[in-house]
């Protein structure tokens, strides 16, 4: 049996200079050989590697990580998945940080639930991508959690196979029920008031000072999460929107199951009938959480306030 063409290094990295020095190396590595090649990581480390690469840079796709996987469930299809389908008959190099110091604990579930979703994401091709984590900065949850979640290694003294690695768990460990909210406007829905949800939502939103685009974002992702718990959630469900955090939440529950942990992470083709749903609302939201279990499905869309 061969062994799969997909690699998931993890990179423990201490200070500027060893991540520069690490990732400028895997980044030349791909160029001496020809191999297509996309950074994204944040703003700052961008900016470092850009300087250290000089006019090798123009050669690789550079992506804010902050701004393009601010919402982790995007990562996969939006970013990692769009590029490397640019190259179908190429071996690909991608450097992919989602993780970094700044952020939040609500985030960090949907973190790391990204980083075990990748290995099956991208079984099979030929792919690499290399995860950065600061081992100075983050907490040692965090840095265990890496562990789980990528079957290599690497550090300053080298590389080695990942005797934790447990994707399944982490995954299974994170998709537990959310804490309910101090306050909430709910309405439950079937296929005669969908329209009532949205209106809803937007209403919440416009309260909330949404205008334009990010309005329109709203209501969209609240008429996709209604359409999924029509067709697929036993008809009907509970739209609930609220604030918190910065955040205005929109919440959508019903009796579905959904077993296939890609869900919303896979670019369709336009041309291909079937659901979107979830796919669109990774895509609008700054940030996706989801419990999903025999007895049903919570999807909570965060919007960022500012």
């Given at each position: 049996m061969l062994a799969d063409p997909f690699?998931?290094?993890?990179?423990?990295?201490?200070?500027?200079?060893?991540?520069?020095?690490?990732?400028?190396?895997?980044?030349?590595?791909g160029l001496a050989r020809v191999e297509p090649v996309a950074v994204a990581v944040p703003a700052e480390r961008l900016?470092?590697?850009e300087t250290a690469l000089a006019g090798e840079a123009d050669r690789v796709m550079l992506v804010d990580m902050t701004h393009a996987g601010r919402n982790p469930g995007r990562i996969i299809p939006a970013v990692l998945a769009e590029f490397a389908d640019r190259h179908p008959a190429e071996r690909v190099r991608i450097v992919g940080e989602p993780i970094w110091p700044g952020r939040s604990a609500l985030e960090y579930p949907a973190c790391a639930l990204h980083e075990a979703l990748i290995n099956y994401a991208f079984t099979?091709?030929?792919?690499?991508?290399?995860?950065?984590?600061?081992?100075?900065r983050l907490p040692p949850e965090v840095l265990k959690e890496a562990t789980r979640t990528h079957p290599v290694l690497r550090d300053a003294s080298g590389e080695r196979h990942s005797a934790d690695y447990a994707p399944d768990q982490v995954i299974t460990w994170h998709n537990q029920?959310?804490?309910?909210?101090?306050?909430?406007?709910?309405?439950?829905?079937?296929?005669?008031n969908l329209a009532a949800a949205r209106a809803l939502a937007a209403s919440q939103a416009a309260l909330a000072g949404f205008t334009g685009t990010r309005l329109d974002d709203v209501r969209l992702v609240i008429a996709e999460l209604g359409a999924n718990s029509l067709d697929h959630g036993g008809g009907s469900g509970l739209a609930r929107v609220w604030s918190a955090d910065g955040h205005l939440v929109c919440e959508v529950s019903d009796a579905g199951h959904i077993t296939d942990p890609l869900a919303g992470r896979r670019l369709v083709d336009p041309r291909m009938a079937g659901s979107r749903g979830l796919l669109i609302v990774n895509l609008l939201s700054d940030l996706v959480r989801v419990h999903t279990h025999a007895g049903g499905t919570v999807v909570r869309a965060y919007f960022a306030m500012t």
């Open positions: 690699t998931h290094p993890a990179l423990f990295y201490r200070g500027d200079r060893e991540y520069v020095a690490a990732v400028t190396a895997y980044v030349r590595e900016a470092l590697l099979g091709r030929q792919v690499t991508i290399l995860c950065p984590y600061d081992a100075e029920p959310f804490p309910e909210p101090r306050a909430a406007i709910s309405l439950r829905f079937d296929h005669t």
